[in-house]
């Protein structure tokens, strides 16, 4: 139950930085495993992963993180059946290509990304890390080392 000193300070915070948050739902991963299965179709040798709080089984904010690894110089090879696969990608960098879409109610993020890119290593380790932790009280200098 909030305070009215809680509820006051909610209140407060502009729609735009609010996050809603959502039980965990089977029916998520169901979706992650039928567009990771599309990508297979198009490009068996792509590795393709799926990460955050979803993958973890854990509640979240109902979005799907899919990684699709391949070096910066083949990003050309990948992105025509990908943009058909899900459309305009909403952006590219040097070291990824960006798409986000919505899939059966949620809202998806897929990258082409470099494997080797200091960002997604670190991203990789610290996903990891949540992955083997089994109880609520992690230790947070183990995220720092990461």
């Not at 139950?1 to 039980?23: C, F, G, H, N, W």
Request: aromatic residues 10%; contains cysteine.
């Amino acid at each position: 139950m909030l305070t009215k000193d809680q509820k006051r300070y909610l209140e407060k915070i502009p729609a735009s930085k609010r996050v809603k948050i959502y039980l965990f739902d089977k029916k998520v991963q169901k979706i992650a495993e039928n567009i990771i299965q599309s990508v297979k179709e198009i490009y068996p040798d792509l590795k393709v992963v799926y990460m955050g709080a979803s993958a973890l089984g854990i509640a979240g904010q109902k979005d799907l993180d899919i990684y699709a690894f391949s070096e910066p110089k083949d990003f050309n090879k990948y992105l025509p059946r990908l943009t058909k696969l899900f459309c305009k990608p909403k952006s590219k960098h040097e070291t990824f290509i960006e798409w986000n879409f919505t899939r059966s109610g949620c809202s998806v993020e897929f990258y082409l990304t470099d494997l080797n890119s200091s960002t997604m290593k670190q991203q990789i380790k610290i996903f990891e890390i949540l992955k083997t932790t089994k109880s609520c009280s992690l230790n947070t200098k183990s995220l720092k080392r990461a």
